[in-house]
């Protein structure tokens, strides 16, 4: 493939006004990766992240479902809960005690006789937002009617190598989150950029075929994969850094970037996934996962 030039101004990698708008049209609209299953496991769990100008959170219920709301008290809009943790039955906003089950629905008012005449609590419950689940990957939508994760990884689900996640034990060690000093675009330019592998990596990623790589964009997300060299698959297992998980006779390294900043990185002995997540203009965390 030929390499293609593209010009973005350097307002794009720079500005506030670029920033703002990529959150209100791109982040605030599409699927954001939450975290693993295996981390809402029992009713009660939860988890809150960032969609684009949206904080959303993940619950289990008592059915075992999961659900994903709006993290907005539905009296005067405080975040309700912060971060990861484990509740008992119910999610109680800090400011006023409102309460609401695992379900979403408002439960209890405090005072509610005294301070509120008439108040209809079954129209006070939660505002929804979607969630689903795709190679055991939880993301979020901000829409309730988003849809099914399907609709959007639908095409590539296929294509993205022979792997099953849910199987695969994860490695801590392996998994860390960072900040890069970079807009969040140069940093999945860097990922889907083919042409430096030889180069850069020609100490460290020699292992693969870079001249047989297939790659491309199958709508907004971008596709690869690319063989191993003959002399690194002949007794390949006991040059794996982990136990195989794929058959040999799918050998490959499959290395998509899917959109806004869904980064995988998949081989013989593993399953990674490269969260890239804009924070500013000028500074992008990368969660890592393995
Ligand atoms: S803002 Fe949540 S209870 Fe008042």
Same mark, same amino acid.
């Given at each position: 493939?030929?390499?293609?030039?593209?010009?973005?101004?350097?307002?794009?990698?720079?500005?506030?006004?670029?920033?703002?708008?990529?959150?209100?049209?791109?982040?605030?609209?599409?699927?954001?990766?939450?975290?693993?299953?295996?981390?809402?496991?029992?009713?009660?769990?939860?988890?809150?992240?960032?969609?684009?100008?949206?904080?959303?959170?993940?619950?289990?219920?008592?059915?075992?479902?999961?659900?994903?709301? =709006?993290?907005?008290?539905? $009296?005067? *809009? !405080?975040?309700?809960?912060?971060?990861?943790? &484990?509740?008992?039955?119910?999610?109680?906003?800090?400011?006023?005690?409102?309460?609401?089950?695992?379900?979403?629905?408002?439960?209890?008012?405090?005072?509610?006789?005294?301070?509120?005449?008439?108040?209809?609590?079954?129209?006070?419950?939660?505002?929804?937002?979607?969630?689903?689940?795709?190679?055991?990957?939880?993301?979020?939508?901000?829409?309730?009617?988003?849809?099914?994760?399907?609709?959007?990884?639908?095409?590539?689900?296929?294509?993205?190598?022979?792997?099953?996640?849910?199987?695969?034990?994860?490695?801590?060690?392996?998994?860390?989150?960072?900040?890069?000093?970079?807009?969040?675009?140069?940093?999945?330019?860097?990922?889907?950029?083919?042409? =430096?592998?030889?180069?850069? $990596?020609? *100490? !460290?990623?020699?292992?693969?075929?870079?001249? &047989?790589?297939?790659?491309?964009?199958?709508?907004?997300?971008?596709?690869?994969?690319?063989?191993?060299?003959?002399?690194?698959?002949?007794?390949?297992?006991?040059?794996?850094?982990?136990?195989?998980?794929?058959?040999?006779?799918?050998?490959?390294?499959?290395?998509?970037?899917?959109?806004?900043?869904?980064?995988?990185?998949?081989?013989?002995?593993?399953?990674?996934?490269?969260?890239?997540?804009?924070?500013?203009?000028?500074?992008?965390?990368?969660?890592?996962?393995?």
């Amino acid at each position: 493939m030929t390499q293609m030039l593209h010009h973005l101004p350097v307002d794009a990698y720079t500005s506030q006004d670029w920033f703002d708008r990529e959150q209100r049209i791109i982040f605030s609209n599409t699927w954001r990766y939450a975290g693993f299953m295996e981390d809402i496991s029992e009713p009660g769990q939860y988890l809150s992240v960032q969609a684009g100008l949206n904080n959303i959170f993940i619950v289990m219920g008592r059915d075992r479902r999961l659900r994903a709301f =709006h993290n907005i008290c539905r $009296h005067r *809009g !405080t975040q309700l809960i912060r971060a990861v943790g &484990k509740t008992q039955k119910a999610l109680t906003c800090p400011y006023h005690d409102w309460t609401y089950d695992l379900e979403g629905n408002l439960i209890s008012v405090p005072d509610e006789e005294r301070e509120f005449q008439n108040i209809d609590k079954s129209c006070l419950g939660l505002n929804a937002a979607s969630v689903d689940v795709w190679k055991s990957m939880l993301f979020v939508h901000p829409d309730p009617n988003a849809g099914s994760i399907m609709d959007w990884f639908g095409e590539v689900d296929a294509r993205v190598g022979p792997h099953e996640p849910e199987t695969l034990p994860e490695y801590e060690d392996a998994s860390n989150t960072y900040e890069i000093k970079a807009n969040w675009k140069i940093v999945v330019e860097n990922y889907i950029d083919v042409y =430096h592998l030889s180069h850069l $990596h020609s *100490g !460290t990623l020699q292992m693969y075929d870079h001249s &047989k790589a297939e790659y491309g964009f199958i709508g907004p997300h971008y596709l690869f994969w690319e063989p191993p060299v003959a002399e690194y698959e002949k007794d390949q297992d006991s040059k794996l850094a982990a136990p195989r998980v794929i058959p040999k006779d799918q050998n490959g390294a499959w290395v998509p970037m899917l959109f806004p900043g869904i980064g995988i990185g998949a081989a013989e002995d593993g399953w990674n996934v490269y969260i890239v997540e804009p924070i500013a203009p000028d500074l992008t965390r990368v969660i890592n996962r393995s």
